[in-house]
C-alpha cells in the first residue's frame, strides 16, 4: 500500500520575465535542502528552460523524453551538488497543456512513484500567463509570487493573480519583493500591489519578506553556482536563508494520499479543462 507522505508543492511565478524567479527558486531549494528537507526542484518554463544551466549541471534526459516514453523519471532526475534533485525542462518543446490523456497518465505515474522520496517540490514557472503558467501554479498547495522594483512587474503580479482569483477562485498568494535596495523598498511593493487587490479583488496576499539586490547574484551567475552556496555570507543568501525558514513553518495539509499526487492529478485535471 503506498503511504500517504505528504508534499508541499510550491510554484514560484511573477507575471513577468527578469524578476528573477528562476534565482530565488533555485536558490530557496538549495537553502531547503541545507535545512534537511528533500526537493526536487522542476523547471517548469518549457519554453526557455535555464535551471539547468544556473546549476552548472547537464542533463542527459529532460521532461520530453519521459513523455516520449524513452525514460523514467528517476532517469530524468539530475542531483546537483549539495543533494538538491532537478527535473530539467527542455527548451522549445511543447507544453504540458498539448499532452495527450495517456501522456497525462503517465505523468501522474512518474511523479508519484518518488512521492516516498521527497519533502518539497518547487515548480518554476515560466514568465508571463500563458495557460501552462496557470495550469502549474494553480495545481500548487502555495503560490510564491516574485516582484521587483518596476512598475511592469507590479501590474503583471497583478494581471496573474487577478486571472487566477477571478476565473479559478484562487484567493491566498505570498509575495517576495526581489533585488531591492532597503527592506522598506520591499515593503512599498508590497503596499503598491495591495492597495490595488484591496480596491478589486477578494484575495488575501501575505509579505514573507525581501531578497536585497546583491552583486554576489550576478557573481555565483557566472560560476553556475546558487549564490546560497557560492557566497553564503552574502546579503542575499542570508535573506533566502530566512526565507526557507519561513517556507519550513508552513503548513503542510494533511490529506488520505501525498499532495505530489494531489499535484500531478490537479495539473491533468485542469490541462483537460481548456
Known amino acids: 500500500m ?26 530557496l531549494s538549495t537553502a531547503l535542502v541545507e535545512a534537511g528537507r528533500r526537493v526536487v526542484l522542476m523547471d517548469a518554463d518549457l519554453g526557455l528552460a535555464n535551471v539547468d544551466v544556473l546549476l552548472g549541471i547537464k542533463p542527459r534526459h529532460t521532461i520530453a523524453d519521459l513523455l516520449n516514453g524513452d525514460c523514467t523519471l528517476e532517469d530524468v532526475l539530475v542531483e546537483a551538488p549539495g543533494g538538491l534533485r532537478v527535473v530539467p525542462a527542455s527548451s522549445g518543446t511543447q507544453s504540458l497543456v498539448s499532452l495527450s490523456a495517456h501522456e497525462h497518465a503517465e505523468l501522474v505515474h512518474a511523479f508519484t512513484d518518488i512521492e516516498d522520496q521527497l519533502d518539497v ?15 502549474f501554479v ?47 523598498e520591499g ?18 496576499l501575505q509579505y514573507v519578506g525581501s531578497i536585497p539586490y546583491d552583486e554576489s547574484v550576478r557573481s555565483a551567475v557566472r560560476k553556475q553556482q546558487p549564490v546560497f552556496k557560492a557566497f553564503p555570507r552574502s546579503k542575499s543568501a542570508v535573506a533566502i536563508g530566512q526565507l526557507a ?30
Open 2 to 27: 503506498k503511504s500517504a507522505h505528504p508534499v508541499q508543492v510550491i510554484a514560484v511565478t511573477g507575471g513577468k520575465g527578469g524578476v528573477g524567479k528562476t534565482n530565488v527558486s533555485v536558490n
Open 121 to 135: 517540490l518547487v515548480i518554476d514557472t515560466a514568465a508571463g500567463i500563458s495557460e501552462a503558467v496557470v495550469n
Open 138 to 184: 494553480r495545481a500548487a498547495q502555495e503560490v510564491l509570487v516574485v516582484v521587483c522594483d518596476e512598475p511592469t512587474s507590479i501590474t503583471d503580479a497583478y494581471a496573474l493573480i487577478k486571472l487566477l482569483n477571478r476565473d479559478y477562485g484562487m484567493s491566498r498568494f505570498r509575495v517576495l519583493a526581489n533585488m531591492v535596495r532597503s527592506e522598506q
Open 187 to 204: 515593503r512599498n511593493m508590497f503596499t503598491k500591489l495591495t492597495t490595488v487587490t484591496d480596491r478589486f479583488l477578494d484575495v488575501a
Open 245 to 274: 525558514q519561513k517556507v519550513l513553518s508552513w503548513p503542510v495539509l494533511s490529506a488520505p494520499r501525498g499532495h505530489l499526487e494531489f499535484f500531478v492529478e490537479r495539473l491533468v485535471q485542469v490541462s483537460n479543462q481548456r
